[in-house]
């Protein structure tokens, strides 16, 4: 099957910082990415689609200018997470649909704590 | 407003029952649905997909749809402890938008 990743898995930061995100689909093109955030015990939220050479289409109320997206290749979708805060601690995953866009494949997800 | 909805749970199961987890959408023109299966601390993986009325099997998963009732369901044979996880559900709306819309999920759990 399809499979994305995710780098790092972990990673502690003070506020303030900016820290990034790395997704990739390791065996096939992913002509759009999508970005997830789930707090403890809730259920996903996306945050954007992330779409090859193109601007980010980020969902209602979620800030462009703090979630930095870019998806430069076919194969990579990085999300900056800038001036990070306590309450930016969350799990963060990615997401690559496959060449019909139907199926969506899952990174292992990136977890943030923001001291 | 395009809705999935799931009994968050949690359903609880003896080892080797038959585990039912339900999910109703709200757009009858919906076409592609999904089940994945999330361990605590874990991000989701995909189970199955299912785009046709009726069962599809795969192992000891089968999905159901019924597309006039607007539901859909996974059933688990022979359940294992090792099925105990939140379980979602994954609709892709029509309309234009391929991007599928998740419920929150049912936590099951398998006891011994």
């Known amino acids: 099957g399809a499979v994305v990743s995710q780098h790092p898995s972990w990673v502690i930061c003070k506020s303030g910082t900016s820290v990034k995100i790395e997704c990739r689909s390791l065996?096939?093109?992913?002509?759009?990415m999508f970005w997830y955030r789930q707090f403890p015990k809730q259920s996903l939220m996306l945050m954007a689609t992330s779409n090859e050479g193109s601007k980010a289409t980020y969902e209602q109320g979620v800030e462009k200018d703090k979630f930095l997206i870019n998806h430069a290749s076919l194969t990579l979708s990085t999300l900056t997470v800038t001036s990070a805060h306590p309450e930016d601690s969350s799990f963060y995953i990615c997401?690559?649909?496959?060449?019909?866009?139907?199926?969506?494949?899952f990174g292992p997800g990136t977890r943030l704590l923001v001291l | 407003q395009k809705e999935v909805e799931q009994n968050s749970g949690p359903l609880s199961v003896p080892e080797g029952a038959i585990a039912s987890l339900n999910c109703t959408y709200s757009?009858?023109?919906?076409?592609?649905f999904f089940w994945y299966r999330q361990y605590s601390g874990k991000s989701p993986e995909l189970i199955m997909s299912i785009y046709s009325n009726g069962d599809k099997e795969d192992g000891r998963f089968t999905a159901q749809l019924n597309k006039a009732s607007q539901y859909v369901s996974l059933l688990i044979r022979d359940s294992q402890p090792s099925d105990s996880a939140t379980y979602l559900c994954?609709?892709?709306?029509?309309?234009?938008?391929?991007?599928?819309?998740f419920g929150r999920g049912t936590s099951l759990i398998v006891h011994p």
């Open positions: 065996d096939f093109q992913a002509t759009t």
């Open positions: 757009d009858r023109g919906s076409q592609s």
């Open positions: 997401s690559a649909a496959d060449s019909n866009q139907e199926t969506q494949y």
């Open positions: 994954a609709v892709q709306f029509s309309g234009g938008s391929y991007i599928p819309t």
